[in-house]
């Protein structure tokens, strides 16, 4: 049974930071690809980023490059995002996912596994 749980959320200040991580169990996690979404109230879900099964290919969204970092550590079964420079329009929901394999899928619907969330606050 696989398993996928989201830590990290919180509130924060703008300009401020957090990471997040999503922890695996159940599955052979290194044949997996991972992704991050986000939905705020009201707007549909967005892919935020996603790392590939070795790491070595990663793409973010247009509005967190250069802010964001993603990143996996396979020997602990874990995927991180670090999030810098956090503004307001960066608050929603955040969700781990897999997809069927090892490669980066672009919709959502191509994601099979998800956890169940954390909320991210960027307020003053």
């Known amino acids: 049974q696989l398993q996928l749980v989201e830590f990290g959320g919180g509130l924060v200040q703008p300009g401020g930071s957090l990471r997040l991580s999503c922890a695996a169990s159940?599955?052979?996690?290194?044949?997996?690809?991972i992704g991050w979404f986000r939905q705020a109230p009201g707007k549909e879900r967005e892919r935020v980023s996603c790392?590939?099964?070795?790491?070595?290919?990663?793409d973010y969204v247009d509005s967190v490059k250069g802010r964001f970092t993603i990143s996996r550590d396979n020997a602990k079964n874990t995927v991180y995002l670090q999030m810098n420079s956090l503004k307001p329009e960066d608050t929603a929901i955040y969700y781990c996912?897999?997809?069927?394999?090892?490669?980066?899928?672009?919709?959502?619907?191509?994601?099979?596994?998800w956890g169940q969330g954390t909320q991210v606050t960027v307020s003053s």
């Open positions: 996912a897999a997809p069927g394999g090892g490669l980066c899928m672009r919709s959502q619907y191509e994601y099979a596994y």
């Open positions: 159940g599955f052979t996690w290194d044949y997996y690809a």
């Open positions: 790392i590939n099964t070795s790491g070595s290919i990663t």
